[in-house]
């Protein structure tokens, strides 16, 4: 399978303050990863659809300018978090999708952020 | 009602006991898959079937695409199985997965 890194593992911030998470794929190239949330005892919710080399595509309810992703090369895609709030604090996980076969994604160890 | 629905939600078992988990789904797929997810909170895929059975370890997961039902079975179980096991699917023509809410699997000694 696939190695996918994330970057940090877990950050505490303060209130208003803006986190950037990073996701990598180590061992190949990326066009297509996908960012999730995931509250305590509840399943993922996809948040959006990072694109190599064009615009993210957001999920319904999720705020593009507060959740910003920028997919600047086919193995790193960033998610930065923009004046977080206290219900901000989640564990975010990021998956890439190899392509060829359809629908396989191999996840990151996420991250677990904690907002003061 | 969710699209994809498990149960049980929570799940405790002896060492050694046969366990099954059930995801039913209510849209057409071009795949379901079974992911692991450990208390630390990573996720790993365990299976992607679109059809019949796979078998790896002491794993197997079942699909019937008629019913639109899977079954993940792990026998002879150990303590280390226990983690929240995921069900999802991949609708056709896209990549986005849908997620069931997951099963918490403790197994104990």
């Known amino acids: 399978g696939a190695v996918v890194s994330q970057h940090p593992s877990w950050v505490i911030c303060k209130s208003g303050t803006s986190v950037k998470i990073e996701c990598r794929s180590l061992d190949f190239q990326a066009t297509t990863m996908f960012w999730y949330r995931q509250f305590p005892k509840q399943s993922l919710m996809l948040m959006a659809t990072s694109n190599e080399g064009s615009k993210a595509t957001y999920e319904q309810g999720v705020e593009k300018d507060k959740f910003l992703i920028n997919h600047a090369s086919l193995t790193l895609s960033t998610l930065t978090v923009t004046s977080a709030h206290p219900e901000d604090s989640s564990f975010y996980i990021c998956?890439?999708?190899?392509?060829?076969?359809?629908?396989?994604?191999?996840f990151g160890p996420g991250t677990r952020l904690l907002v003061l | 009602k969710n699209e994809v629905e498990q149960s049980p939600q929570n799940l405790t078992a002896q060492e050694g006991e046969f366990i099954t988990i059930n995801c039913s789904y209510s849209?057409?797929?071009?795949?379901l898959h079974w992911l692991q997810q450990h208390p630390g909170g990573g996720i790993v895929s365990l299976f992607m079937?679109?059809?019949g059975k796979k078998k790896h370890g002491r794993l197997i997961a079942t699909i019937n695409i008629q019913e639109k039902h899977s079954s993940l079975h792990i026998t002879a179980s150990h303590p280390r199985d226990s983690a929240v096991y995921i069900c999802?699917?991949?609708?056709?023509?896209?990549?986005?997965?849908?997620f069931g809410t997951g099963t918490r699997l403790q197994v104990f000694p």
């Open positions: 999802a699917v991949s609708r056709f023509n896209t990549d986005k997965l849908i």
């Open positions: 849209v057409g797929i071009s795949a």
């Open positions: 079937l679109s059809s």
């Open positions: 998956s890439v999708d190899r392509g060829g076969n359809r629908g396989t994604q191999y």
